[in-house]
């Protein structure tokens, strides 16, 4: 089954086409502009990161996604690729519960909360596509 | 009857210190308990559902929040000028090893792809569960980590 990670938003930047990366990815060839004039609106890659920031507002998380992108973009891109190998997002949870406590501690709060708020950043503007597997 | 006007000074005020260090002490045994209780969860899977909750929430509402457009400052602006600070350091590099610079979206790209390598990642349990997922996954995607079922179709 392939991985599609369509970085598009509904009606916030546009993929122009696919390609399929390696044995099972699917990636977009084409990401909006980051440009803020840009007609097509912000990157999804930009709102994303954005949507993560406001969600853990008031934690001491707050802030992680402007100061280190990249792992919570991955995070994201995992996500997605989860969801696209037929995991529900419930079990995507668990799994990030499960590797939270891999070392056998008990997972902080915020910690807990980061990956549920990445996932829904994730699927709002990463893979939009499974915003209506969510059971909110 | 004796009123608290009826005793020495110093003794009133012994009072009012015993008090308000009772008082203080209280406070301090409450924040303690509410800081123990924020580092520990009794429901983990709540809480993760929570976060979901919160950013499918926090997603409309950036949304919404750049339908007017995109304002310096706002926290997409933020965002978007942090993407350009990776594409930044990311053609850097490439020209320290006598390569042209790529563009923005190619970037954005390569960071889509997992072409990029990552940063130090969210500090502590958070980086470990992404890097632990990830080795579980392997860098292609094959695999799922340990008891996830496949839904059907």
């Given amino acids: ?136 | 009857m004796a009123t608290l006007s009826d005793l020495p000074d110093t003794m009133v005020n012994a009072r009012r210190v015993g008090i308000s260090l009772l008082l203080g002490l209280i406070f301090l045994m409450v924040a303690m308990l509410q800081a123990g209780a924020a580092q520990t969860d009794s429901d983990p899977l709540g809480t993760t559902q929570r976060g979901l909750r919160l950013g499918v929430v926090a997603g409309s509402e950036i949304e919404s929040s750049v339908a007017g457009g995109v304002a310096a400052g706002d926290p997409v602006s933020r965002a978007i000028d942090v993407l350009q600070s990776v594409v930044v350091r990311f053609n850097a590099e490439r020209r320290r090893h006598g390569r042209g610079p790529m563009r923005a979206v190619d970037v954005h790209q390569a960071l889509v792809e997992g072409a990029l390598p990552g940063g130090s990642g969210p500090g502590g349990p958070a980086g470990r569960a992404l890097g632990l997922l990830e080795k579980q996954l392997g860098r292609q995607g094959q695999g799922l980590p340990p008891g996830l079922a496949r839904k059907d179709g």
């Fill in chain 1, 1 to 136: 089954m392939a991985v599609a990670v369509t970085a598009c938003a509904s009606g916030v930047g546009d993929v122009t086409s696919s390609t399929t990366v390696g044995p099972s990815t699917t990636v977009p060839t084409s990401l909006p502009s980051t440009t803020t004039t840009d007609p097509a609106g912000p990157p999804a890659l930009a709102l994303f990161l954005a949507t993560i920031d406001k969600g853990l507002d008031g934690t001491q998380l707050e802030g992680v996604p402007y100061e280190d992108p990249e792992p919570l973009i991955r995070t994201g891109v995992l996500f997605c690729s989860l969801l696209d190998k037929g995991v529900g997002p419930v079990d995507v949870l668990r799994a990030w519960v499960a590797a939270l406590s891999a070392d056998g501690s008990t997972p902080g709060e915020e910690d807990l909360l980061l990956g549920g708020v990445v996932l829904g950043a994730a699927v709002r503007f990463l893979c939009p596509e499974y915003l209506p597997d969510l059971e909110l």
